[in-house]
């Protein structure tokens, strides 16, 4: 059983940044997703368990980065340059298998409760 605790959302303007976290209670594939209000689930970013892989949505490339501290079991989602139309509920999740579907969200066992995430103009 893999336990996912998100933190980090928050309210921010247009341009800001935030760091979101995921402690995770082992070492998995690890992908994130966001969920706008009236709108599908959608793929943000991903990363291997080894952190050698890592995959994003187009539409954050270059704006986001994904990454882990072993140490800590802990993933982050930094989120630069953020657009109003990144407004969304956040979630954390994993799979103890490695995924080649990774931006298929249904294909993760383990989810985080979701965070906040609001972004002005």
């Known amino acids: 059983q893999v336990q996912l605790v998100e933190s980090g959302g928050g309210l921010v303007q247009a341009g800001g940044s935030l760091r979101l976290s995921c402690a995770a209670s082992g070492r998995t594939f690890m992908g994130w997703f966001r969920q706008a209000p009236g709108k599908e689930r959608e793929f943000a970013a991903a990363?291997?368990?080894?952190?050698?892989?890592?995959y994003y949505a187009e539409s954050v490339k270059g704006r986001f980065t994904i990454s882990r501290d072993y140490a800590k079991t802990t993933v982050y989602l930094q989120m630069n340059s953020l657009k109003p139309e990144d407004t969304a509920v956040y979630y954390c999740a994993a799979n103890p298998a490695f995924l080649t579907r990774y931006s298929d969200w249904t294909r993760y066992k383990y989810w985080g409760q979701g965070t906040q995430v609001t972004v002005s103009s």
């Open positions: 990363m291997s368990s080894n952190g050698a892989n890592t």
